[in-house]
């Protein structure tokens, strides 16, 4: 079940590059990003496109316990920095707890 579980946290990864890459104005709403022009839709094409399909599909390609390790521990860091930013930037709202809770699980996850 677990395996299936790092294999689930993988394609997620993806699924979430892939939103930001092609339809990068989407996600604006759900981050709070504020972009102005096409140097900040570039960031998100890449940033969170490109760099999240890319370790997602990393993790699926060598399908090691050490890939997984590398993508959780980026999700548990994600979810640290996320955690102490929501109280220091006075950002405690419902689209930061969601992720939170999903770098944190999927982390936990990737980790095991």
């Known amino acids: 079940m677990l395996a299936y579980l790092k294999i689930f946290s993988g394609v997620a990864t993806i699924i979430t590059g892939a939103i930001s890459l092609f339809w990068p104005l989407k996600v604006l709403g759900f981050t ?3 972009v102005n022009g096409g140097r900040g839709v570039t960031e998100i094409r890449t940033i969170l496109g490109a760099l999240f ?8 390609y ?7 390790q590398v993508l959780g521990i980026a ?15 006075n950002a405690l709202v ?4 969601i992720s939170f809770l999903a770098e ?8 095991v």
């Open 32 to 34: 709070g990003l504020d």
């Open 53 to 60: 399909i890319g370790l997602g599909a990393a993790v699926l």
């Open 62 to 68: 060598f399908n090691t316990q050490q890939a997984y």
């Open 75 to 89: 999700y548990l860091t994600m979810a640290v920095v996320r955690g102490m930013a929501m109280f220091v930037d």
């Open 94 to 97: 419902s689209s930061n707890l």
């Open 104 to 111: 944190l699980a999927f982390g936990i996850i990737l980790v």
